[in-house]
């Protein structure tokens, strides 16, 4: 078995600590320390005389491979009425900041970073759309709908979560082949990049963050395979659904919305969203 991307930037991550480099955690996980640490390391190379790629660089093109796709960004809920079993907001924060506005903001803050990501690769052609652009809401049938439109290869709907004021932690959803999913495998490899790359966003920030881990779930419509139109052979979208935090805990309303780094935070689960998303599309281009 050829070895694989995640194989060569922990290796190249391992490179570059040795040769005194902060290349991050050695984790597996490819976040901002290793990115600066390849731009202090190009910086070094070509202070002497050498590019990268050049003979004895030990970072290769192919770890940052060309992503291509459509992607569509659904947040969760919008405007003033339930309609097609979406409500118009379900989770509010504890200071009061709906479920409806954190999800749009979360999705314009994805499509830039995704954007971002794609222009820093070349070779890569990735479109991203959103379900709605404003405070209106749409049925969950037509939500998917955008999705065939479009033709995508990925859709996430973006969620907050709320309960009893205590209960936390992060989860994304996915449907079962048991629940007549076509694709169920290419969603849960999905829904496991996403929830395990928000998660470790979150739990850089906040040590008690809990993960909740990929779970099945039958009543969501958004995911369903009919209204993706996955039953079709030439284009199978790789759906699912992340529910971020429980934002009616306090201190993941503190975390997330009221607190000095918040800002930094939705940031970062942007980015972490973002980065996931680019991951499933280089898998697959
Ligand atoms: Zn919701």
Sequence with gaps: MATSQKDIRKLAQVLLRDQGFYSGEIDGLWGKGSNAAFADYSRFLRASGQEIGSEGAIVEDSTVGSITGVVVLDPGHGGKNKTGGSSANNATSSSGVPEKTMTLELAKLIRKELNKISSGRPGSNVKVHLTRAGDSNLGLADRAKVARAKGANVFVSIHYNGFDGRVRGTETLI????????????????????????????????????????????????????????????????????????????????????????????????????????EDLEAHS
């Design 175 to 278: 449907l079962s082949a048991a629940n007549g999913n076509v694709n169920d495998a290419d969603d849960r490899a999905l829904a496991e990049r996403v929830q395990s790359r928000v998660f470790a966003a979150l739990s850089s920030h906040d040590p008690k963050a809990r993960n909740r881990g990929v779970k099945d779930n039958q009543r969501l419509g958004v995911l369903k395979d009919v209204h993706l139109q996955n039953p079709r052979a030439d284009l199978k979208t790789r759906a699912c659904l992340a529910e971020v935090e429980f934002i009616d805990v306090d201190v993941v309303d503190k975390l997330l919305n009221t607190g000095p780094n918040a800002k930094a935070v939705r940031l970062d689960v942007a980015r972490a969203m973002a980065e996931a998303i680019a």
